[in-house]
């Protein structure tokens, strides 16, 4: 979700004004995906890199993210939206991490749309935490370092229980990953548009979507190979 900044210094605003506005582009598309069938989706909302931004902005940040889920949980849960959080759940503050704990206690049964939150997340970091994992099952002696294989990895990742991203989307102009799901986007589809994430709205994911409707998903195979499997 980026391009919050650069959308409220365009107006003259401070840069925190954008991160209130982006809240309002997470509801509509939050909406969008659970009516278009979408059945999870992932929001890159504070990265293990954004801890360097000045102490204001993070604080900023940390306390609309609490305020945001206090305001909207019972509404997700209402609609069926099961809600998860990744990532270093020890860099953030009490207050959030129990509020995070709560709201993904009472959407648990949920199965409409899971919605999974990144905050404090870093791709390299959930890859060294499921590599730890592997090292320490081998020096217990409980797996044979020949038995690791891409399954290994994936059960010590974050997501382990959820399928792999069809498509990614990123706002703001940028053309890159910035450490999201590494492991995970091995696959995805790309999408990649100028428009800043508070204007981000229903059109522009209905345009993401139909840029993902026209890709052919080879997984490594031929056309050819595609064409004779739907004969
Ligand atoms: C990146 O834009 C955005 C963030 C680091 C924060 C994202 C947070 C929200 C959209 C707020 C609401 C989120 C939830 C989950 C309730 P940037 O600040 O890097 O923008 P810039 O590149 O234009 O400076």
């Not at 401070?14 to 509801?27: A, C, I, L, T």
């Not at 997501?159 to 991203?165: A, Q, S, V």
């Not at 981000?200 to 064409?227: H, N, W």
């Amino acid at each position: 979700m980026d391009g919050n900044g650069r959308w409220a210094r365009k107006r003259a605003l401070p840069r925190h004004v954008g991160h209130r506005s982006g809240v309002k582009s997470v509801r509509e598309i939050v909406e969008t995906a659970a009516k278009r069938g979408v059945k999870y989706l992932t929001l890159f909302a504070f990265s293990s890199e954004n801890f360097k931004r000045p102490r204001d902005e993070v604080s900023m940040l940390m306390a609309l993210f609490l305020e945001s889920l206090q305001r909207e949980v019972e509404e997700l849960h209402k609609n069926n939206v099961r809600l998860r959080c990744v990532g270093a759940r020890d860099r953030l503050n009490l207050a959030l991490t129990e509020k995070i704990s709560a709201a993904e206690a009472l959407t648990a049964d949920n199965d409409g749309l899971t919605l999974v939150l990144a905050v404090a997340y870093g791709g390299r970091w959930d890859i060294v935490n499921s590599t730890r994992r592997i090292a320490e099952r081998v020096a217990a002696g409980e797996l044979d370092p020949d038995d690791i294989d891409e399954t290994t990895v994936e059960s010590g990742l974050e997501l382990r229980d959820l399928p792999d991203p069809d498509l990614l989307i990123r706002t703001g102009g940028e053309k890159r990953i910035s450490n999201f799901l590494l492991w995970n986007l091995a696959y995805s589809e790309m999408w990649f548009t100028d428009v800043l994430w508070p204007d981000f709205r229903q059109r522009d994911f209905d345009d993401a979507l139909e840029f993902f409707g026209k890709r052919q998903r080879r997984f490594g195979s031929t056309p050819e190979q595609l064409e004779a499997v739907k004969c």
